[in-house]
Structures are given as structure tokens and as C-alpha cells.
């Protein structure tokens, strides 16, 4: 199930709603349990068990952990490296397998079916999640969590379950224990969700289009004008679609009486590569520093190592967007100029803001193409159009067309890509933006329902006669 | 922020999503959409291999959907919204005034050629002689009323690059008959098929073709017979509020025409214009009724006889065809499964008619049979 759909606005959100807050504050834990795993099946209801598998081994490693931590150091450190494989072996099935058979299966001799598995939904964020726990348990940052359906609500937490952000056990431990909803909270986690919900629905979804028109164009019509159209649409969408995603997850979270980290910080606003990731996907950012590049000692041991520490890092963030060599290769790319502004860049950077900016917007929209193209070949297409310019030419007439259309639309995500928006608006008289902010919500709501109902708009026509 | 503030803001938001569950529940579900022309979800069976096997949950969400309150009013709203947001277009079709044009592509050379060489190879295959006509859609003709720079491709090119490859008896010349008189009343404004009027007029093009004298205009008593015709992209643009089409009717149905449908078993015997689906959506289907796999028209007058390969288009032609073939018959290849120079050779056919829109013919899966 996905948050932007008239199933879960209409139907799944206002029953859960409904029941947990009906319900004693002791069954609400139990509620969500329930919804949670309603949630999660509903795309695979199979896959349910290999939640279930992935709440129970955690849940049990974290009961062992906490038991021998303080006594046996050793066991409890045994019982976390079976636990650590067992997750990343689950994670390594279900995503990997089928790339890594492929690529085997290229070297003569060598023939590995793949498994064609469909992808369970949000394996990559529940899978980290989960593995935090018993490490924080074995590093003494977190309690044991001795209740099933606690520790299974944390798991399979709804609002972030398929998208993030990633939560770590430490960060919401006492929230799973005790909270307090309150009316404040309500109302701040309704703005947040409606925030969340037309950045997804009414700005992605669309400027999403634009990058669809072009991503497969040929050299031949691909003019500068329309690659960089293109280009800077599926870096609006991206943004737009992740962070509207954990805006919403943040806004459900707080209905629901928890605090979830941010996750997203005005990225484009960035004037380094370094700043960039340290404003997107920061819980991303965050678990990789804590479980990866600090344990292997980070910065701590001298400039080869940090290099080659970041090297394994961001090989590894890249991979986990997606089981395809091009996302190995956008981690490096990063890696690239990542190590770079370690180097000497990023102080040159600190005195040429302007060039700063321009620079990192480069980088990342350029990145995203990488990201985003399926073939090396489509890719360089693009950079030829963009940096070099294309067989096709500067603009054509269907590139006017396309910016007249979506002009209005992309001058309105740049503008709500910074933090402008929110400083104008704080800056209105109270009584404005009290009367603005209901009248917003339903605003926001009216339309994205009307984009929504008209997704499975698919009229029969007897069109094709 | 305040209080009070914060009260209504909670209150819009339940109100509104709490709404649209009861309502949803409390309206009933409507089994077939008139503007959309299609049948709807309903609330699916619940059983467990249908919920294993993904089926129950994807239909449940297209239920949730398909009957959503108002379900009209919210699809003619976001085409608004696309409108209003600067955008020329919606669900695959332009927003020109008072006309709905969709879009088209080019498929290629290549494509063309895979296609056209069905043509051929039916051409060589039969010894009656095969006429191909393609008839330019509305977008083309049109073309003038197109957003500024729209990246509708050009079917004049793919039109004449099929002539060029055709190794038929003869080609239609519809595109310089329709083309003549392009600021007439010849395409509907709702829906992607030619109106009477331009029929005749392809009607004429296929005369000169053929050697045939064909009716002067005046001739024929032209009569009216629907003022409210929403066609098919009038459905799929979700511009609602553009004013309905006129359908006319130039040849009177006298009883003097049979048309059986060989498809049904026994054959079926219709009428020139089934008049009842003047009452429903699809109403140009009025013209012999729709689609079916073969229909063959004993039309009453002397001559020869004539298959039509047929899209939609060729519906509102046949009434002008009558007076000068004894017999027409009428194949739609997406439906039809038998050999197609089987069936000419076995009827003695004096000529066929490869008939299609530029559209469809370069989009339908089916033309590899007109080799078969």
C-alpha cells in the first residue's frame, strides 16, 4: 500500500485513526501491530512471514544480546555477527541475488538461474532498521526490548515502513514505551502530511511526466534545452516523491504520537557535495556513518584508510538504491567528489559560494541521470546533449512546448525546493496563517484527490476502432 | 500556531478523509460509467488464492477507485487543474477550443514498411484487385488548431511513405478530398471518427479510385439524428465541458438493405443504423452496429460486390457505398480468424478495400492477417 492512493487516504487511514485513538493507550500498541502488517501484506501478503521471520530473529538476538552483554561478551558478540548475517543474507536474497547470478553467469562456463523474485516492499529500509537494534543492545546504547509486539511495532511501523526515514530502536525506544498524543502534535503531524502529500501527488507525479517524455528520446532528438528539461525534472521528482514520502511518514508518525528524525534538508540548496548528503536521505547517511564507517574507524586512522573507508561506504549506499551495477557506479561517483572536497575542494568551495552552488547542483543533477537511465548508452546520450551538445541541437519546437506547459509547475518546485517558501510564510501575521492553514489543507486535499481518482483513469474507448 | 487554529486544521482533514469513507460506503456502486464508456469495478470476491495471488488486493484498490464519490466530477476536475497549471493537454489528447484532438506518433519507417508489406503481400496473394485507402485522423486535418509547437507527429509523412511502399491496385487519394475541405464539419469535435459529411467526401475519393460516379452532395436528404454525441476523446480527456457533437445521417435506411452479422451463430439481421445506441454513450456505433468480425450488407441495388478490410471509419461510409455494389462485406481483422484470400477467393469478391485510419494502421496488432 502506498500513502498516495484513495485507499489509504479514505479507507485504511481514518479506520486506524479511528480505532487507536478509540482504544486504552495499552491496546494501541497491539493496534498497530495489527494495521502494520495489514499494511505491509497488502501488496504480497506472502511476504508477511518474512516480516514476521525478520521481527522474531531480531527480537530473539536482542533478548540474547542483553542477556550475556554485561556477562559474556563473547557470546553476545557471536549472537550479533549470526544476527548481522542473517539479515544481510535475507537482504541479499530477496535484492541481490538475481544481479549477482547475472553477472557470474557472464563469465563462460559459469550458468546461475536467476530467482526472479518480486522485491518485498521496503526490505532495504525494514532490514537496516531491524539490524540497528541488537547493535545498539551490544554497544549499550539501547535497552532490551522485552515485549514482541513493541518490538514488532517498531519493525514494521507503518508510516515509515517502505520508504523511510530509517529509524533507528534508540531514537523511538521511549515512544514505544510511552507516549503521549497530544492535540499540538495532531495538528503539526495533519501539515506535515498534507505537506507531504502535494509534494508527491501534485509536484512529483507531474514534473515526473517530463522526465518520462525524454528518458528514452534517441541522440537525434535530444536538443540541450530538452535534456536539461529532463534532466532537472527527475531531479524535482526524486526530491519531491522521497521527501514528500518521508514528510508524509513524519506526519503519520506524529498523529500517531511518535517522533520520527528528519530526513531532508533543503538539498538543493547545498554549496558542496559533502553538504548535499549531510541534507538528503539523512537517516541514510546517518546509519551508514554509525553501523559502517565509524565501526571500520572513519576518519581515525589516517588518510588511506579514510579514503578507502569512504570508498567501501558509498559503494555500498549506492548499491542499496537498487541491485544494478549503475547504482555501484553512482555511489563512486559520489565517493569521487565526496573525496575530493576532503582533499583540498572543500575549502577552496568556502570562499566561491556562487561557484559552490553551481557546482553541486551539476553534480547532483547529473547524478541523477546516472542514477535514473537504465543503459550506460541512454546515459551518455544525455551528458552529449547536455554538456556537449547533441545531434539534435540547441531547442526544438516540442522542447518550447513542454517548458510552456510545465513551466508554471517547475518554477513552482524549484521555489518550494527552498527554504524560501516556509521563511515568507512564518513572516504573515498569526491571523493569516491561521485561517491560511486550514484553507490549504483542504485545498491540497481537493486536488490530490482529484489526481488520484483520476490515476486509474483508463477509459475504454473504442478508440483503436 | 493557536488553538482554534489548530482545531479546524484537524477538523478539515477528518472531516474530509472521514467523509469520504462513509460516503463511499453509503453511495451505491455503479456497475458502468456513460462518460467513460466502460464497465466499472465492483467489490471483488474475497478468497484466499484471489489474496495470494495479488488479485484481491489489486481489484479492492481499483474499486476504491473506480467508485470513488463523484467519481466524474473529480476527472473533469484534475483536467482543469492540467489546464490550469499551463499544460495543452490531458490523458493523451489536446485541448484545442472546442475540439479534443489526440495525439499521434510516428512509428517509424521501418514500421511502416513491416505494415504496408501485409497490404502487398494480400495484394499479390488475390487476383481481384486491392484498393488501400488511408484515411488522415483528425489531428492531421486539424493540425492547425493544435497547441503551439505540440509534439503531435505528422501522419501526412506516414500516409505517403505507405503509399510509396503500397504495391496495391490502386491508392485512395483521401487525404486531398478531405484536405479540400478541412474547414468543413468533416471530423467530430469529441471523437476521433470522420462525421457523415466527411465520409462523403473519402466517398468521393474512393469513386475517383474506382471509376465510379459518385452522388453530388445535394442529392441526399440530410437529416439530423443526434445533437448530444460525447465522443471517444471527449471521454478520455476528461474536458467534459466541451459541447457535444451532431451525428447525421445522409442515405435513409428504406428496408431495403440487409445486414447480417456472420459473426453471431445463426447469423443476425440488422438494420442500416441501429437507432438504440442513439440512446447510450457510443453512439456512433449507431452505423451497422458497431464492431464485428464480418458483416456482409445485401444492399438491394445492382453491381459488383466489394470487401472492405474495416476500421470504425468505414462504418459511416458503407450507406454512401450502397447504391453502386449489390454486396459489401465488411472484415474486421482484430475479430475475424479465418483466411482472408480464402474468404475472397470463396465469395468471388470483384474488389477489396484495405480501409484504415492512419491511427489505427499504425497501431493495430491484427494487419499481419491480411497475409494469412
Redesign the interface.
Known sequence: MVFSSILFLFIYLPVVLAVYYIVPSRWRNLWLFVVNLVFYGWGEPVYILLMVFSICLNYVSGLLIGKYVLTDRKKARLVLVINTVLNLAMLFFFKYFDLVARTLSAIPGVRIPTLGLSLPIGISFYTFQTMSYPIDVYRGDSYVQKNFIKFGTFVALFPQLIAGPIVRYKDIARQLDERHESLDQFANGVQRFIVGLAKKVLIANNVGMLWDVYANASPAQLTFVGAWLAAVAFSLQIYFDFSGYSDMAIGLGKMLGFDFLENFNYPYISRSVTEFWRRWHMSLSTWFRDYVYIPLGGSRKGLPRQLINLLIVWSLTGLWHGASWTFLFWGLYYAFFLILEKMFLLKWLDKHKVIGHIYTLLVAISGWVIFQQTSVSQTLVFFRAMYGFGQAGFCAGRDLYYLAGFGLLLAAAIFASLPAGRTLFARLPEKLRSAAVPALIALVLVISTAYLVDSTYNPFLYFRF | ??????????????L???G??VL?IAMPDREF?Q?????LQMLPEFSFKA??S?KY?KD???Y???Q?AF?DA??T???R?ELL?????N?GAYYCGDTIL?DFDDPGKEEIDRRVDYVNALAEKVDTPVYFGLIPGSTEINASLL?????ADSQQTVLDWAYSRSRADANVDLQSALGAHKNEYIFYRTD?HWTSLGAYYGYTALCESMGLTPTSLSAYDRQTVSEDFCG?TW??S?FTWVEPDTIETFVPDDGSVTVLDLEKDPPQEGPLYVTSFLDVK?K??MFLG??SALRSIETGHDGPSLLIVR??YADSLVPFLLEHFSRIDLV?L?YYRGSLAGYIGENGFDSVLVLYSVP?FT??QNLFLLSM
Not at chain 2, 500556531?1 to 477528518?14: E, P, R, S, Y
Not at chain 2, 497549471?85 to 493537454?89: Q, V
Open positions: 500556531m493557536k488553538k482554534t487554529c489548530q482545531i479546524v486544521a484537524i477538523a478539515v482533514f477528518l474530509f478523509i472521514g469520504f469513507f463511499n460509467s462518460q467513460e464508456n466502460k464497465y489474496l495470494f495479488g488486493t479492492f484498490e481499483d476504491t477507485t473506480e470513488f467519481r473529480w476527472i476536475m484534475k483536467a487543474c497549471s499551463g499544460k495543452k493537454e490523458n489526440p497547441p503551439k509547437n505540440a509534439p476521433h471517444t471521454s478520455s476528461g457510443d456512433y456505433s458497431g464492431n476500421d470504425s474486421d482484430r489505427n497501431t493495430d
